[in-house]
């Protein structure tokens, strides 16, 4: 039986739902019946949390068996932890066994630029797991989440466990819908100055990561990083040129911490959850530009405008 076959089934439709919590005992009164319910269905039970919080919920499930995966080897980028996500379901299915338990808490980090990348991540984990019989349940600490990362998950997120069950969420918009909507989006304060760099109509592709370059090694980020950032800006700004529609323009802010570079054309946009996951495309023929842009910048959104379509790009020095 594919996944596909096993997500249909009533049984195994994969849920993605979520835990706002503010002490130990709110935690453990809600994940620890929701984990025992799992055990005796013999779904496959995974943590991925804080190892306080996974020593917690091992402790209260005793002599259960549970999967621990450290939150370290999961979420190593956005893209990167889809694809554990996937390559874990794809484990339990070929072992033949049915619907996953996952309990997982994100580090959204202190930088608000990583914070909003990791919560369009959360909103894109859902449709990424669509076809799969996962059921994840992702924990916000209301001690630790900035009170708009907390609503950003009520909205990305079918339903909260509360009041001692699982109930719809009122916020709740689909993940194409929300990862394109301006809320989903921080304002980076770069923006507000003089760019660095400013390209309009790019024609030649290597002087234009040559200046991306130039810029950035400059202001002191390190080559490793400005090699990454500088191919995801060249796959960015081909895509405008081959498939969008004039007028392109590539700008670049820096302020030595942090760069910034936006690549605006005037053509229709794409869905804001394009690259999250690759294309089933044979490698060589294209699609992959914006899954390899995303694993190569810190941060990196898709705004469609009136005019036309904007990508950003972020990096963290």
Known sequence: MDATALAGHPDAVSR?????????????????????????????????????????????????????????????????????????????????????????????????????????????????????????????DRRRVPPEILRAGESSHS??????????????????TLLGDASMRWRDPLEDGPARLDVDAPRDLAALRAAVEQ????????????????????????????????????????DGKRALCSVSDGGHCFSAYSGYVPTDRAVGSGGMGLWLARQMSDDLTVDATPDGCTVRLGLNA
């Open 16 to 140: 993605h739902d979520a835990l706002q919590y503010h002490d130990d005992d709110q935690l453990l009164d809600a994940v620890v019946p929701y984990l025992r319910e799992g055990v005796s269905a013999e779904d496959s039970v995974v943590l991925i949390c804080r190892p306080d919080n996974a020593a917690r919920l091992r402790a209260a499930l005793g002599e259960h068996q549970v999967t621990e995966l450290r939150r370290e080897d999961v979420y190593g980028g956005t893209v990167a932890a889809l694809t554990a996500y996937r390559e874990l379901a794809e484990r339990q299915r070929q072992r033949g066994t049915g619907r996953i338990r996952v309990v997982t808490e994100i580090d959204f980090g202190p930088r608000p630029s990583g914070q909003w990348e990791w919560a369009r991540f959360d909103a894109a984990l859902g449709q990424a797991l669509a076809d799969y019989p996962v059921w994840n349940l992702c924990l916000y």
């Open 159 to 176: 339903h909260l466990l509360a009041g001692g069950g699982r109930v719809p969420s009122a916020g709740y918009l689909d993940a194409a």
């Open 215 to 254: 810029v950035l090694l400059g202001d002191g980020v390190s080559a490793y990083a400005v090699q990454g950032f500088v191919l995801a800006v060249s796959e960015v700004a081909t895509n405008a040129i081959l498939h969008g529609a004039p007028p392109v323009r590539v700008r670049l802010w820096s």
